[in-house]
């Protein structure tokens, strides 16, 4: 028995522009632009990029933004988000609360081979204290479960710093 795991599950929001509803685009030709995805419990996601790089901000039921910087603590490289994010949540009577976040984040770090990307998993808890990215899973066969171990024990972890 997976005591981690125990009562958490997940749930997902997808973060494809068909979910996503614009709050910002910058004319043609400029690459900036922030869209917005329905989340649970009253969160939303805001998909944002600027010059060729994507980062997530969580925005609470009350409207207060956690960005999650994930072009400075994942990796600096042009970058894009997966297609969905995943929800850990644990329920509480009987609604859903979400304690981590999970999302994929593939990097293009091999300037002789831009083509290629690294797709890593960044792991985010959410507590009333603080949203922030606290663990970075590298590619690998057991990337997923590895994440979602993560997720589970992200309370109690500190938050990844800018590694510069």
Not at 6 to 26: M, P
Not at 32 to 43: E, H, K, L, R, T
Not at 51 to 62: G, H, K, L, M, Y
Not at 104 to 118: G, I, L
């Amino acid at each position: 028995m997976n005591v981690w795991a125990q009562g958490n599950e997940s749930v997902y929001t997808n973060l494809d522009g068909k979910q996503c509803r614009t709050l910002k685009s910058a004319p043609s030709g400029a690459a900036s632009y922030v869209g917005q995805c329905p989340g649970i419990a009253g969160y939303k996601l805001l998909v944002e990029e600027d010059d060729v790089r994507q980062n997530i901000t969580v925005v609470t039921p009350r409207g207060q933004k956690h960005s999650l910087n994930l072009w400075e603590v994942i990796s600096p490289a042009f970058s894009n988000v997966g297609q969905k994010a995943e929800w850990r949540v644990n329920k509480a009577a009987g609604k859903p609360v979400p304690v981590a976040l999970i999302v994929r984040f593939s990097a293009s770090e091999d300037a002789a081979n831009p083509e290629k990307k690294t797709s890593y998993l960044g792991v985010a808890k959410i507590t009333s204290r603080e949203i922030c990215v606290t663990n970075k899973i590298p590619p690998g066969a057991k990337a997923n479960e590895e994440a979602r171990r993560a997720a589970d024990e992200a309370a109690n972890k500190p938050c990844l710093k800018n590694p510069k």
